[in-house]
Structures are given as structure tokens and as C-alpha cells.
């Protein structure tokens, strides 16, 4: 298991993005879109994990409402797994509470699931597993920008 990203809620890419790239050395790895949660995403590359900012694209994102509640700052951590399903299965039978019960994908093909922050120290974990490359592509949702 390893910390695959940290997510962090911005209220600009244009002014978090500067930041980071002072602190890390280099630019965003990849710049994306994800419709589905209404973000655009800058991922940096940070050894073996990633550091993700995520800008609200519509006032309705789930990230506008994070922001609006508790501020700006760390909104998830992402661990990543051998086996998603049989990882939950796990954890759901030990009484953790599951935001999702299957895996679904994620933003880059992978599958991804979310534990309950009320399970979880309040924080907001998602378990992700990724998959083979080449399927990772095409199902791919997202554009980049
Ligand atoms: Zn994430």
C-alpha cells in the first residue's frame, strides 16, 4: 500500500498553482477536467505520489461546498490497493462506513471508492486500484486543458 494522492480544495488554479510549483521545482505533470465532479485538477508528480489541486468548476461542485463549509485546504487522502472490492468487503465487515460499496471509476481510469470521514478520524479517505494502462486510456472521461 502507498499514499497514491493527497487532494487539496483550492479557490484558484491560477494562484495555488505558482505555489506549489515554487515549493516543488517543477510545473503540473498534467492539467485536467473532471465533468463528473465539476473540478479541474493540476497533478505534480511528488516521487511516488501526487500532489492534486482541485478548483470547483461550477458553484454546485462537491469541492465549492467543501470550500464554502470548512475553507480552503487538504480535502482527501487517496491510499492506493492491491484488491479495491475485497478491501472494502474487508473494512465494511470491521463496521467501517463505506461512501461506496462498489468500486466506480475514477478521473483517470482507475477504481476508486471513498470511505466515510465519520469512520475516519473525519478525514476523507479514497481507496483506489489502479488498473492496467492501456484500459485506463479508454476510459478515460476526462479531457485535458
Ligand atoms: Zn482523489
Request: proline share 7%; charged share 35%; aromatic share 2%.
Given at each position: 500500500m ?73 480535502h482527501h487522502l487517496t491510499l492506493?490497493v492491491?484488491?479495491l472490492?475485497?478491501t472494502l468487503d474487508t473494512l465494511a465487515q470491521r463496521g467501517v462506513r463505506l461512501v461506496h460499496r462498489k ?9 476508486i471508492a471513498f470511505l466515510h470521514p465519520s469512520s475516519t478520524a473525519n478525514v476523507l479517505i479514497e481507496l483506489l ?17
Open positions: 502507498k499514499i497514491h494522492h493527497l487532494g487539496i480544495a483550492v479557490e484558484s488554479l491560477e494562484k495555488a498553482v505558482p505555489i506549489f510549483e515554487l515549493l516543488l521545482g517543477h510545473s503540473p505533470d498534467s492539467t485536467k477536467e473532471v465533468r463528473d465532479q465539476k473540478v479541474r485538477v493540476a497533478v505534480f508528480q511528488v516521487g511516488e505520489s501526487r500532489i492534486e489541486l482541485l478548483e470547483p468548476s461550477s458553484p454546485d461542485s462537491p469541492i465549492a461546498r467543501f470550500i464554502g463549509k470548512r475553507g480552503p485546504g487538504i492506493e492491491g484488491n472490492q475485497n468500486p466506480r471509476d475514477g478521473a483517470g481510469g482507475e477504481s486500484e489502479e488498473r492496467d494502462r492501456k484500459q485506463a486510456d479508454n476510459n478515460q472521461e476526462q479531457r485535458d486543458i
